[in-house]
């Protein structure tokens, strides 16, 4: 079964710093996709940014980039110049290919100190 | 366009009730999924509908739990007899292109 660890349940940044949060998982597949959800304190689910596994190129937008290494296992996402509307609970997840259910990591908290 | 669409926002039932959770999806999605997230942690996959396929419930607790979805429209997530563990927030997500999910506000749910 594919499993998804984030080892950082909370992070701290000051605003206009950067920061990265982390992620790691488990999968047998060669073809799959990893995100990077924001949940605020409103509840709603938020898509920040997708990779593709196949893709070597890294996703950027805007601010939030990731650094995917594919045989480590690794998925962190950076976000560049740190906004006070960026404090939220991050999650990082992976689906197979093909509409699959999405497995989540635990989250982190990211608090924005102004 | 709209987003996905949640109801109620909030629910507060009595142990042993039965509650029904609503779905709308955004439209054209074909795909429609239901997850739960109880208090501080991440998100539980519960079930997963694809067009007319037959739905994957692998993510279903227990025999109290069911779902229905009409078409490519509505979803109705059911919890019968409830109990207090089934207190949490459920988040409905639909999907276009069999990648990226997108949330509804989710209901949150207690149970006394």
């Known amino acids: 079964a594919q499993t998804v660890t984030q080892s950082q349940p909370e992070m701290s940044v000051q605003e206009a710093e950067t920061v990265t949060l982390s992620c790691t998982y488990d999968t047998s597949e060669s073809d799959y996709y990893l995100f990077w959800y924001k949940q605020p304190p409103s509840r709603q689910m938020i898509l920040v940014i997708r990779?593709?596994?196949?893709?070597?190129q890294n996703a950027t937008e805007n601010r939030f980039s990731v650094n995917f290494q594919k045989a480590a296992k690794s998925f962190s996402l950076k976000i560049s110049d740190s906004q006070l509307g960026d404090a939220a609970m991050y999650f990082c997840a992976y689906s197979r290919q093909g509409a699959q259910k999405l497995v989540f990591g635990q989250g982190t908290r990211l608090t924005i100190n102004p | 366009g709209a987003g996905v669409s949640q109801s109620p926002s909030n629910k507060v039932t009595e142990k042993g009730k039965d509650v029904e959770l609503r779905c709308d999806p955004i439209s054209g999605h074909t795909a429609l999924y239901w997850y739960r997230q109880r208090l501080g942690q991440g998100l539980e996959f519960l079930i997963y509908f694809q067009g007319n396929s037959a739905p994957d419930k692998s993510g279903l607790p227990s025999d109290r739990f069911s779902a229905e979805r009409t078409g490519e429209s509505v979803s109705t997530l059911t919890i019968q007899r409830t109990q207090q563990e089934d207190s949490a927030v459920y988040l409905c997500a639909s999907s276009s292109d069999l990648s990226a999910q997108y949330f509804g506000p989710g209901t949150r749910l207690t149970v006394l």
């Open positions: 990779q593709e596994a196949y893709k070597q």
